[in-house]
């Protein structure tokens, strides 16, 4: 048993996955065994990219790794989120010279309260044009607070 720099067990530190345990007939895993269609833009050996089914934008995309056994990229190893985030930029370029967006939002949600629907790894490329009043952050917060600041470092560096 390994312990962490505060001498806690390891596993007594590890949060459990977000959502639910992965399920081998989610819609991704169906796609990439080939059981159902889907509008391929490419494919590797480590991923398929394809055209959302219901997008937000035109040309909203996705990015999958074909790795299984993992609901989000939090829960993946490290070399194998590398394999996916390898391919982004090349269908993000290519997506925004097809359509001609302002820009592009890449997307990653992680757990249903970041609004994960489909519960394996993937990535949004999603489009924006300019006033297409879709989704947009907040804009701009106060300040963090300098003592929130030195007590958030220290909590998130302590895990590392």
Do not use: W
């Amino acid at each position: 048993m390994r312990l962490n720099k505060s001498g806690q067990a390891e596993e007594a530190c590890k949060m459990p996955p977000f959502g639910p345990p992965y399920d081998t007939n989610n819609v991704f895993a169906k796609i990439l065994r080939g059981e159902i269609p889907a509008d391929k833009i490419f494919e590797t050996d480590d991923v398929i990219a394809i055209l959302d089914a219901f997008p937000c934008t035109r040309g909203h995309s996705l990015l999958i790794p074909k790795v299984s056994g993992y609901t989000n990229i939090v829960d993946m190893p490290a070399e194998e989120a590398a394999k996916l985030f390898r391919e982004l930029p090349r269908l993000a370029k290519a997506v925004q010279e097809a359509v001609g967006c302002d820009g592009i939002n890449i997307v990653q949600n992680n757990g249903k309260a970041s609004g994960q629907e489909v519960f394996h790894p993937h990535i949004h490329v999603i489009p924006r044009f300019q006033g297409d009043k879709l989704f947009q952050l907040p804009g701009l917060a106060d300040p963090i607070d300098r003592t929130e600041a030195a007590s958030l470092l220290n909590l998130i560096q302590g895990k590392l």
